[in-house]
């Protein structure tokens, strides 16, 4: 069983930029961020794969957001710049067993096995 703990959330005005981190206890293929604004359905935001060297961005992100991972340390990280008040949610950290080189996104849910508690962005205009 892995653990997922993510940090970093916070409240900012838009434009400005908040970084995430989510730490796993253990090993971990795929991973991502997804986010759930309130009335809205989780949506996925970035996936890396396993290595680090794939990455997948929704369109809303693009240009805006990177996703990057440090293998060592186990963590997870979400840079996030440009923030606009759609950008409001609490954002969760999942992982995979499988790794990921295509959309992840198009997977049920349940593909991610492994979740964190998430962690609130507000982004105020």
């Known amino acids: 069983q892995v653990q997922l703990v993510e940090s970093g959330g916070g409240s900012v005005q838009a434009g400005g930029s908040l970084r995430l981190s989510c730490a796993a206890s253990?090993?971990?293929?795929?991973m991502s961020w997804f986010r759930q604004a309130p009335g809205k359905e989780r949506e996925g935001v970035a996936s890396?794969?396993?290595?680090?060297?794939?990455?997948y961005y929704t369109d809303s992100v693009k240009g805006r957001f990177t996703i990057s991972r440090d293998i060592a340390k186990k963590t997870l990280y979400l840079q996030m710049t440009s923030l606009i008040p759609e950008d409001t949610g609490m954002y969760y950290c999942?992982?995979?067993?499988?790794?990921?080189?295509?959309?992840?996104?198009?997977?049920?849910?349940?593909?991610?096995?492994?979740w964190g508690q998430g962690t609130q962005v507000t982004v105020s205009s």
């Open positions: 999942a992982a995979a067993r499988d790794n990921c080189l295509s959309n992840p996104f198009s997977r049920p849910l349940s593909w991610f096995t492994y």
């Open positions: 253990g090993n971990t293929a795929c």
């Open positions: 890396i794969s396993a290595g680090g060297t794939w990455t």
